[in-house]
């Protein structure tokens, strides 16, 4: 965010788990998920494409028991658990046509990502690439405030539509919170936007319905004025969606999926990869760093940037941005991770300190809806580092 101690706007949008993408990102992460639990040391890479009547899954696993994993019906049980369990929405689940093209991966990529095969007999990098964490004391998860009321008010929308309390709802759909800040924080909404799919009913009863959730669920932030406006299916109508109407591919929706667009992305997308994919795990290991800094209280902001190249186990790189809200300077922090005395960024390390092979009381498939970050089912969301952190800080400081 450029502006960090300005005044400005800054908007950002959530799309339901109903959206085509996030369709595609959840049956990739479902297909993950279903591999680690037959062989944690599995390596895949699982993309979808939907399309009216038609979902494909395409990409690279290599996973002991491979044939026992029936990804059709995965698949199928996904789509029907979002909510296209019947034929009026025009994509359901018992219709569609499945197409897999799923092979082994590369012997060339994995003799670099397998731990004693690579160049430095640690467990590589999965791929070259820079990946960021973000972490601000805005709202309590520590996300940006406009992302995080965006994915509030769609999850509350699923649970109405899930409980049938308002029965015309259908899976598609999308919202966008838009936030003055003043002084570098924010200080209240400026408009609210909610695209919803729905039954064929009176737009003026959507538009009453969906004005009163938004208000239930943004109040409690004391961000809400006389002012703020409120664009409920601002097209008029908004019936017909979902694979139906667009096709959806997996990985498109990245800043959905971190931090709508504050901060910096470093362009690649998390679904459907095991963590040896420095993209996916990386990214989650920076956000863990970056939010462990903020709830020590060392910045208001943080931003970790982290480079690797493929099959090279230590980062090239480490950045660390508090856009000079730090009680200490960058470079200190900086020189702190880079020591890895505390935060240890090697692909192996991040894998066993977040057990991302082994998912427990989380799945791959819960993280590629309403965003990666900010809910504290997942170990990459802990602060659990933050007195160790303060006790290094101090050693650090005083030498």
Known sequence: MSKINGDHVFTSESVSEGHPDKVCDQVSDAVLDACLQKDPTSRVACETMVA????????????????????????????KQIGYDHEALKFWNESFEYITRIHGQSPDISQGVTEGQGLF??????????????????????????????????LELETIRKTKKLAYLRPDSKSQVSVRYRNGKPDH?????????????????????????????????????????????????FTVGGPYADAGVTGRKIIVDTYGGVGSHGGGAFSGKDPSKVDRSAAYYARYVAKNIVAAGLADKCEIQVAYAIGIARPLSINVDTYGTGQIEDAQLQRLLESAELFDFRPSRIVQELGLLAPSGWSY???????????DIFPWEQTNKVGALNDLVKVQVSA
């Not at 004391?137 to 008010?153: G, Y």
């Not at 943004?218 to 097209?235: H, Q």
């Not at 819960?366 to 970050?373: D, L, W």
Request: proline content about 4%; overall charge negative; charged content about 25%.
């Open 121 to 154: 007999k640690d467990q590589g990098a999965g791929d070259q690439g820079m990946m960021f964490g973000y972490a601000t004391n805005e709202t309590p998860e520590l996300m940006p405030t406009p992302i995080a009321l965006s994915h509030r008010l769609l």
């Open 189 to 237: 909404i400026t408009s609210v936007v909610v695209s919803h799919q729905t039954d064929d009913i009176a737009l003026d009863d959507i538009r009453r319905d969906l004005v009163e959730v938004a208000t239930d669920v943004l109040e409690p932030t004391g961000l809400l004025r006389d002012t703020t406006d409120f664009f409920i299916n601002p097209t008029g109508k």
């Open 52 to 79: 009216y009547d038609l979902v494909v899954n395409a990409g690279e696993v290599t996973c002991s028991g491979w044939s026992e994993i029936d990804t059709e019906k995965i698949t199928r049980e996904v789509i």
């Open 365 to 375: 498939a819960q993280s590629a809806r309403y965003g990666h970050f900010g809910r």
